[in-house]
């Protein structure tokens, strides 16, 4: 028996990047995600666009799937599947964690909250599902520009605005904060959004390893700090807990 | 070699996140389609689950049986996989640190069996069995559905029990003797579950709580005792019939699955159930649980309120020696079954979930109404020969402007029995709490808080029917002091808040009940 073809496997890997809602990617994003050579990448792409399994924006140069491939079946996850997925596991992080619990996925330029669970008290909340929040100052959004390079390159070449004193704006510092959020799994945003408010978030990945979403939590600094600044530890476990189980949920998934 | 399976991380044990420390309470929910038993702790979250399900049996069209004898099993393996579950996740945990069990049971399904083998004499006839609608006709004389009504709160149907049992006893050789003898037991499947918990043969008591009884046809709602003429007029010898208890009580104890000498404190029918997990304590407070089909019971405190608007009239919980609770239940046929229906026979989506998705991608119905009377239209109408209809059809309406009045034919039957509900009772409709699968699906919330123009809201625990059980039992043993410590847990994880012009509301109504006539007469010929 032959062993697995590489050049095919690398084709698999750059449609399953491309799969999704309207994704456009250019030829560095695709090569760097995939830690390919670009001469290689781009050999690959045009391949592909001959078959109709891709397509090149003329104007931009970049790259989305093709009509010949999405009529083999349109198989990216439904957000509202993700939600029907996520509604135990949030339930319980809001639980735990006595905040407000979210979903996000990208969305044009910004992270759209598709679930929105309220802090366990007998406080008035007011239903988020269906806003949007930016990408770039956002736990949840900082969440998806470091593990989906559609996400990045959004939040990479689009406005990066100072909505408080905190947020993060210069290419450099923000590439640096989606470094550490890799390294960690799990990203923060203190009072880079909105003043006095904290949050926490952690990717969700589907059955082929592909991020899908971010879930999180967002609160009062004080109480999601501890009294030296810093994010409290258990937060942070609840929190990756979650995105855990909501991914495990999704690789178990029935399609 | 073959591909390794992805995903490797699924492998590890699935508990999502940290849990509190002991006691616990277990709830058994002896269901439909399967048994689960789900260990609580005292802030009413879940600590373990594990769930079995069993065999439905169709022995003939219209026939639906359950083996009991396969479900007792599956009962106590379920308990003692809870129990193991908890004892793996919980640091420290003991048996001993479950202080009760609760059971929460299908409603209506029925089961006779011998007091001295404890082997059921045949297979429990399950509640959607249909094989005694001609009994329970001839059983009408001439008063007809409502001859029972004024004493039980039911319509004459083949849901309930007792017809069930008359049926038994007819078509079993030899039964009729034996169970006037006094060697036959009947009982609803928490009679079943706690009998055999409580000791079999060796002891076991015979028992059904109020809210299981109010299901039988046999039970006076008032007396809460069973009804001697109805007994006779079914042909039910009284001596097959469990004691009528309260539904949190210390029925006796139970040693199983590593559990010892445990209270069996809790017994309410999952619908009941679930209106106690929902802590829906006082009057006018109302729970509906959106699966398949939907389930909607009102609280009416502690008077039965006779339905004209053909509702059912039943038992909601009897706490102890407390004074019981009454509560007015309307059931929707169709509702989760109609997104099925889209998926499964219509291939317009190909997850339940997708319903939203494409439902979403216009801004209203297009004019189309869907009315899902595939079986009859149900309450309020109660219409045998009406069949499903999709009205208002043009060239402008597409499969997303379908999917949407797929998910508005939920809503608008519901504020069809939320009308007959305030009807019958003089109560409005402050808010209403919702569970059951359905609840994630955000824009059917949204159009239901929309047409019922009141608040929607959705708790913390989706499992609100287990919950229920847990709730009962613990307050029988102590563990929570009373039913506001239970309220004090009941968390808020949503709420969807009316955002429909009121002339919208009143014009989407009418058209909605003018589909619904539209569905009315279609059965010319009687079909049985």
Known sequence: MPGPIQSLERAAAILRLLAGGERRLGLSDVASSLGLAKGTAHGILRTLQQEGFVEQDPVSGKYQLGAELLRLGNSFLDVHELRARALVWTDDLARSSGESAYLGVLHQQGVLIVHHVFRPDDSRQVLEVGAMQPLHSTALGKVLAAYDPVAHSEAAEGERAALTGRTVTSAADFEALLDLTRARGWAADLEETWEGVASIAAPVYDRRRMPVGAVGISGAVERVCDDDGAIRPRLVAAVRDCARAVSRDLGAGRF | ?528
Request: contains cysteine; aromatic residues 8%; negative net charge.
């Open chain 2, 1 to 528: 070699m073959t591909d390794t399976p992805n995903g490797t991380a699924a492998d590890s044990a699935d508990s999502g996140s940290s849990h509190g420390s002991g006691p616990f309470i277990a709830a058994i929910d002896q269901g439909t389609t399967s048994s689960r038993c789900i260990v609580f702790d005292r802030d009413g979250r879940i600590v373990a689950v594990d769930q079995k399900e069993h065999e439905q049996i169709f022995p003939k069209p219209g026939w639906v049986e359950h083996d009991a004898a396969e479900i007792w099993t599956n009962v106590q393996e379920v308990v003692a996989g809870a129990i193991r579950k908890a004892a793996q996740d919980i640091p420290g945990f003991t048996p001993a640190d479950v202080k009760a069990i609760g059971i929460t049971n299908q409603r209506e399904t029925t089961l006779l069996w011998d007091r001295h083998t404890g082997e059921p004499v045949h297979n429990a006839l399950v509640w959607q069995d249909t094989r005694t609608d001609t009994l329970c006709r001839e059983l009408g004389r001439d008063v007809g559905q409502d001859r029972f009504r004024a004493t039980t709160g039911l319509p004459l149907a083949s849901y309930f029990a007792g017809p069930k049992i008359r049926w038994l006893l007819d078509h079993v050789d030899g039964l009729r003797e034996r169970a006037e003898a006094g060697d036959i037991l009947f009982g609803t499947m928490d009679s079943w579950v706690i009998w055999n918990l409580t000791g079999g043969v060796n002891g076991g008591v015979h028992v059904t709580d109020v809210t299981n009884a109010s299901r039988t046809l046999l039970m006076d709602l008032r007396s809460l005792d069973w009804d001697q003429d109805i007994l006779d007029a079914i042909g039910v010898p009284a001596a097959v019939l469990p004691q009528i208890r309260s539904s949190s009580e210390v029925y006796g104890t139970a040693t199983i699955g590593g559990l010892e000498d445990v209270p069996v404190a809790s017994a309410l029918g999952d619908q009941q159930a679930a209106l106690f997990g929902q802590t829906c304590f006082s009057q006018g407070e109302a729970k509906s649980t959106y699966g398949t089909g939907t389930f909607m019971l009102l609280n009416t405190g502690s008077t039965p309120v006779d339905s004209r608007n053909g509702l059912i009239t039943t038992v909601g919980y009897r706490i102890g020696d407390d004074a019981p609770v009454y509560a007015l239940e309307g059931s929707i046929a169709v509702t989760g079954a109609l997104v099925q229906w889209m998926r499964d026979q219509m291939g317009l989506i190909s997850t339940a979930a997708e319903i939203e998705t494409l439902a979403l991608t216009v801004e209203d119905n297009g004019g189309a109404y869907f009315v899902p009377a595939f079986s009859g239209l149900f309450a309020p109408y109660w219409q045998d020969d009406a069949r499903g209809v999709i009205a208002g059809l043009t060239r402008y309406v597409t499969k997303a402007h379908i999917a949407r009045a797929v998910l508005e034919a939920t809503a608008w039957q519901t504020r069809e029995i939320a009308d007959a509900m305030t009807k019958d009772s003089g109560v409005e409709l402050a808010a209403l709490k919702v569970d059951g699968g359905m609840t994630s699906n955000n824009l059917l919330m949204q159009t239901l808080a929309d047409v019922l123009d009141a608040p929607v809201v959705r708790p913390m625990v989706a499992e609100t029917t287990c919950l229920g059980a847990a709730y009962a039992a613990g307050l029988a043993v102590g563990f929570w002091p009373d039913t506001d410590a239970l309220r004090a847990n009941w968390k808020r994880a949503a709420e969807w808040t009316p955002r429909m012009d009121g002339a919208d509301r009143d014009r989407e109504y009418h058209n909605w009940r003018k589909a619904v006539t539209r569905t009315m007469g279609w059965i010319e010929e009687e079909e049985h």
